[in-house]
């Protein structure tokens, strides 16, 4: 509402809330070639998630990359995309966790908890201004990524600041921290580890936790990502108590010819029926809700590939996704980046 003299109304009117914008990745909006296209081009363009020289990788990009990649990717997809609701399960994880997230705060305050893509649909900024329309005037980005990396976490600022410069009224911002060590996730991820090792009727030889890889160079040039992910493992095997055998890091997901963190998780799944591991079980605790990465790659893809080199059982631990405990960890960690606001 503006502020006219005649009616002495104010433009603060309306004001006072409070909102949360949870976002993750991105993801398609259908599995065929030119919606498979337009995502991977999107995500792909980011100068933080590729960085190599920007006119070599607009050739690499427009000439090989978006070429091949959408039908490819889009076979992946198509396996294990939500037809009932005709969208990828990231975005009907996503859209789950912020509504419990919502429903668990709403004695808390003048709350309002939404949520986003970095990549795709909903746009960040579009959810950012509808929060700011709703009368949000503080408002918490929360990137939904345990592990601090500059390809992921980092877009999501590069994205609200962008967003911010083109309000007129910007609301105060805040962001929720990287949160591979809090205690809720750490008990969260143990927790949903250990009920799943209940529903098996095989105990595995070794459990494998795997992680989004990352190009090399970037953990050289000061991407703490390695670390946090080598943290969280450090922290969850400590949690149950298994030997540093029982419970190894791993990393997936590799992309393009550089050289990536290791081990990959590729490599090690082929190589554990030759060492005696017939019986494996994966997890993937820098995945906040399952997606292509984590339902097609892993659960899928290195099944195949542990069974073709002479594993027996194999099995992968759901993410966190909308569980009783994710939602709860969400809210506490919340809570706390609000202390002052609330
Ligand atoms: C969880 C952390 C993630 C990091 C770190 C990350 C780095 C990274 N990713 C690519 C390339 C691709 N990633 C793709 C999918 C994808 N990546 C993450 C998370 C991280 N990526 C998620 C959650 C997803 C799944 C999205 C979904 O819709 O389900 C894809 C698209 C799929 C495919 O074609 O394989 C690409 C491409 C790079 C280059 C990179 C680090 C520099
Ligand atoms: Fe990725
Ligand atoms: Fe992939």
Redesign the pocket.
Known sequence: MLNTAETGETAAKGQGRIGVLIV?????EATSYWPMRRY?KE??SDPR??ETNRLLWWFILNGVILTI?PTR?GH??DKIWNRERDE???KTITRAQAEKVGHELAGDGPLLVDWGMRYGLPPVGERLAALKEAGCDRILVFPL?PQY?A??TATVADKVSEAMAKLRWQPALRFVPPYYSEGAHIDALAHSLTRHLDTLDWTPDTILASY?G??ES?VAAGDP?YDHCRETTRLLRAKLELPEAKLRMVFQ?R??KTEWIKPYAQDTVAALPGQGVHNLVMIMP??AAD???TLEEVAIGLAETFRENGGENFSTVPCLNESDASIAMLAALIRKELSGWI
């Open positions: 993750n990745l991105g993801t398609p991977l995500f792909l998630v590729v990649r990717s992946a997809y990828s399960p990231l990524y990396s390809a992921t989004h990352l190009p970037y990502y997901s992309f393009g820098g995945f997606c292509v990465e």
